[in-house]
């Protein structure tokens, strides 16, 4: 699993990190800001610092039936822990 340069073996390193914080239900590509990060696996959470801001995350399904989109408002002081609910889209 990779969105970014961020691995599952990296987050541990990562915990202190501020930033976005996904999961999602379902196999899926994510994009932030336009820029595709790579793979999100179901029940996984992945950690992606961002600067402080407005971001738009999109995430499409493996088989680009289900889209969600969302425009986050990220503090930069706290995670920002994120949902992507595709079965639900």
């Given amino acids: 699993m990779m969105i970014g340069l ?8 990562q915990a202190n ?8 239900d379902m196999e899926c590509i994510i994009a932030i800001d336009g ?14 610092p961002l ?3 407005k971001h738009r995350v999109i995430a499409v399904s493996s088989s680009g039936d289900d889209i969600w ?3 986050l408002d990220f503090n930069g002081s706290d ?3 994120v949902a992507v609910a595709l079965l639900q889209a």
């Fill in 6 to 13: 961020i691995t599952q073996k990296s987050i541990g390193a």
């Fill in 79 to 81: 995670d920002l822990h």
């Fill in 17 to 24: 990190q501020r930033g976005l914080k996904l999961r999602t």
């Fill in 35 to 48: 820029k595709v990060g790579g793979m999100l696996e179901p029940d996984h959470e992945v950690v992606v």
């Fill in 51 to 53: 600067a402080p801001g």
């Fill in 69 to 71: 989109e969302g425009t």
